[in-house]
């Protein structure tokens, strides 16, 4: 069991999922438990692929929720809740099989993931907050993680961007 962020977040460290992993494992198991608990049919926004198992759907977030945020939330926080205003949360488990990936042994693999937000367009969307210049992300590739995230998130959920 492995978590869309670990994917995403290769790019620059080969080792960080395989660290990732051995700390949060439980984590993915019982959030997969819990998605699965709360599986819900997909929105007409949305054509999941066929390894997708459940779906967990959180209605459109709240204008302003951001400003009922205790002054001591984090700012990554404010800037996702800011940033997905107006967007559903759809949280996701998919099931590939070893030989389904083009890989000689048998196993199963089991991706957990839960988006930022995704429009009622289809667009996914994931949050970076940074308080680098626009010209520092795009040199250092800040956002690099964040669209692996979403891309692999849109070819799950069937979402067009």
């Known amino acids: 069991m ?13 080792q960080k999922a395989t660290f990732s992993q051995e700390l949060t494992e439980r984590g993915y198991v019982a959030r997969g438990l819990e998605i699965i608990q709360f599986d819900g049919p997909a929105p007409q926004f949305l ?5 997708v198992v459940a779906l967990q759907l959180f ?19 404010r800037a996702e809740l800011e940033e997905t205003e107006g967007a559903w949360g759809v949280a996701v488990v998919s099931k590939f099989s070893g030989l389904d990936l083009g890989i000689a042994t048998e196993f199963t693999l089991v991706l957990v993931g839960v988006t930022d937000g995704v429009t009622d367009h289809g667009t996914v969307v994931e949050v970076r ?27 799950l959920l069937g979402a067009p961007r």
């Open 129 to 155: 907050q940074s308080g680098w210049e626009w010209s520092g992300v795009v040199r250092n590739r800040v956002t690099t993680e964040k669209e692996s995230q979403a891309n692999i998130y849109s070819a």
């Open 59 to 77: 209605p459109p977030r709240v204008s302003q929720e951001h400003r009922n945020l205790p002054n001591a939330a984090p700012a990554w926080e």
């Open 2 to 14: 492995i978590g869309v962020a670990d994917i995403g977040g290769l790019h620059w460290c080969d």
């Open 47 to 51: 054509d999941p692929d066929e390894s």
